[in-house]
C-alpha cells in the first residue's frame, strides 16, 4: 500500500504516524512540510479527503494563529501557505482515505 505523510521530523507524533506506517509495510512517500510546502490546492484536496476543515488543522498554539480566529476557511488556507509551521501535523493520506494522525494510531483507519 502507497501512503504519503506531511512530516515533520521534530515532532513526536509525526515521527510515531510514519513509524505506524512503515511497520505496516505501507510504501511510504514522506514530504517534510516546512520544507516542501503544500499547495493551497493540495491542502484543500487532503482536507476534504479527510472530511476536516482547515480550522481542524490549524495549530492554535502557535503565535499566528490568534489573528484567524474569526478567519474564513480560505484566509486559513491563505496563511498556512505563508507560514506552514500553522499546519497541524501529521496529515497522511493512501487510496482509503486521509486523516490528521493525532493521535498517531488514526493512521490505522486508512490502512
Known amino acids: 500500500m502507497k501512503a504519503t505523510i506531511w512530516h515533520n521530523p521534530r515532532c513526536s507524533k509525526s515521527r510515531e504516524a510514519l ?16 520544507k516542501q510546502p503544500l499547495s493551497p490546492d493540495e491542502l484543500r484536496r487532503i482536507l476534504a479527503k479527510a472530511g476536516i476543515a482547515p480550522r481542524q488543522v490549524l495549530r ?19 496563511a498556512m501557505m505563508l507560514d506552514p509551521i500553522l499546519i497541524e501535523r501529521p496529515l497522511v493520506e493512501t487510496q ?3 486523516v490528521l494522525a493525532r493521535p498517531p494510531e488514526l493512521v490505522r483507519t486508512i490502512l
Open 96 to 98: 482509503k482515505g486521509a
Open 19 to 34: 513509524t505506524l506506517l512503515q511497520d505496516a509495510g505501507a510504501d511510504v512517500a514522506v514530504f517534510e512540510y516546512l
Open 60 to 78: 492554535d498554539k502557535e503565535t499566528g494563529a490568534a489573528a484567524l480566529k474569526d478567519a474564513s476557511d480560505d484566509q486559513i488556507v491563505d
